[in-house]
Structures are given as structure tokens and as C-alpha cells.
Nanobody, 123 residues
Framework: QVQLVESGGGLVQAGGSLRLSCAAS????????MGWFRQAPGKGREFVAA????????YYANSVKGRFTISRDNARNTVYLQMNSLNPEDTAVFYC????????????????WGQGTQVTVSP
């Protein structure tokens, strides 16, 4: 069992930056690929970024490539999402995800979800 707790969301002006953190409890954090998804108001949940188990291979949605960076610290059981050049279209609830078998680039690959953290970008 893995429990995920996100933090770092908030309100930021367009062009600003935020760093989200996701702290995982439970054993064998390094056995899980980690990811971030988001859900904007009135829309479905969409993939944002993912990182592999140990070698740190990263994957990004086209909409955030070049602006967002995912990273992980296995010693701290934490995954991060550095978000730069934010724009109002990035406003969403961001969810941390853990996957034991495949890189979590789709919802059906996710084994565990966090509760979500709100990111609001003002014009």
C-alpha cells in the first residue's frame, strides 16, 4: 500500500512558477514509477508528466514540454513537479500518481492516487 500526499499548490500570476511535491509513505518507493496528472474545471483528468523507477527517464505531455520538469528523490520518497512559465490554461487540480508495472502515462496504469492540490494561474 502506498499513500501519496501532494503539496505546493496555490495561486500564481501568469508567467510565474510553482513547485509541487508528492510525499509517499509505504515501502519500496523506488519500485514505483511516478507521475502527475491534472484536471481542469469541466474537463477530464489528463496526463502531465511521469518518471521511471530508478534511472529517471522522464515523459511529458506536449502541452507542458519545456516548461515543466519532473524529478524524484528516492531517499526522501518524494517526487516533484517544477512548473515554469505558467499560464491560465494550466489552472487545474494536480494529482500525484504511482504505478507499479508501467510508466503512468494513462490513468489505467495508475495504482495509487494522491488527493490532489489546486493550482490557479491568474491572467
Amino acid at each position: 500500500q502506498v499513500q501519496l500526499v501532494e503539496s505546493g499548490g496555490g495561486l500564481v500570476q501568469a508567467g510565474g512558477s510553482l513547485r509541487l511535491s508528492c510525499a509517499a509513505s509505504g515501502r519500496f518507493f523506488s519500485n514505483y514509477a511516478m507521475g502527475w496528472f491534472r484536471q481542469a474545471p469541466g474537463k477530464g483528468r489528463e496526463f502531465v508528466a511521469a518518471i521511471s523507477w530508478s534511472y529517471g527517464n522522464t515523459y511529458y505531455a506536449n502541452s507542458v514540454k519545456g516548461r515543466f520538469t519532473i524529478s524524484r528523490d528516492n531517499a526522501r520518497n518524494t517526487v516533484y513537479l517544477q512548473m515554469n512559465s505558467l499560464n491560465p490554461e494550466d489552472t487545474a487540480v494536480f494529482y500525484c500518481a504511482a504505478a507499479g508495472k508501467k510508466i503512468p502515462t494513462t490513468e489505467n496504469r495508475v495504482d495509487y492516487w494522491g488527493q490532489g492540490t489546486q493550482v490557479t494561474v491568474s491572467p
